[in-house]
């Protein structure tokens, strides 16, 4: 059995203390898409298990403790996908959202399809039942200060025991952005990927992240024998080469193997595996 979830809480400059606390939350939300793995749950269970504790989280960029735009309102991205089906689910610029990766699963399962945004997903998340709650409700105190320094995207990555691999992404975006403005997080091969392969969820400066479809390129140099780890590694360096940005990922193999790399000075990534391996890096 590879059963594996590695989760990362965004990459980014953050102060020291900031990121212990983060790097407790990213165990907490490993932990949560583990046990799901551990009870024979899915991988794509897992992974919505794991991103929806860190939007839970006001620690970071996701759900409750997004970043503003420039107006100074919470519009949200998330997305889901599952690697043995390539069913995915996403939405976009979506307010008043507490949990963005439920209503992106719901997209996944419940509609024809892959991405929704905005006035649309609302209406959807309705009619499916998903509670949408005043969006001043996601807003914490201190947070425009704090998001003009720090990010926090989170994301997730799993292999259940049949062997199929999803990913998961949900943010905030990027503090002062254009009403309407949506990143990488949703676009299915940019922020969020997964096949049969592998699976990939990517941090950092949206448009470059698109502009490169980070997450399928990643997952494309799996497909030429690297693992994840060297994937991973080779994945940024060409995105540095190719954008001079930063950004940052996690990914996981077929066989269990986890990857991560960052361009930016952080990214807590916490992992755990079946024999009890934990990894926890910054
Ligand atoms: N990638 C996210 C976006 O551009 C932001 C982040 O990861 O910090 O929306």
Known sequence: MHLAILVHGGAGEVSAASLEDRQRGCHAAAAAGY??????????????????????????????????????????DAAIMDGATLKAGAVAAVSGIRNPIRLARRVMDSSRHILLAAEGALRFARQQGIEVCDPRELVVPGQRTRWEREHGTVGAVALDSHGRLAAAT????????????????????????????????????????????????????????????????????????????????????HQGRMGYARSTTHLPVCGMTADGTLISAA
Do not use: W
Not at 186 to 194: E, H, R, S
């Open 170 to 253: 949900s943010t905030g975006g990027i503090f002062d952005k254009l009403p309407g403005r949506v990143g990488d997080t949703p676009l299915i091969g940019c922020g969020t990927y997964a096949d049969a392969r592998g699976a990939v969820s990517c941090t950092g400066h949206g448009e470059d992240i698109i502009r490169t479809t980070l997450a399928r390129s990643a997952v494309h140099l799996l497909e030429q024998g690297l693992d994840a780890p060297a994937a991973a590694e080779l994945a940024i360096r060409h995105f540095v080469d190719m954008t001079h940005s930063e950004a940052g990922l996690i990914m996981l193999d």
């Open 35 to 76: 046990a799901v793995l551990k009870q024979g749950g899915g991988a794509v269970d897992a992974v919505q298990a794991a991103v929806a504790v860190l939007e839970d989280n006001p620690l970071f960029n996701a759900g409750t403790g997004s970043t503003l735009n420039r107006e100074g309102r919470v519009e949200t």
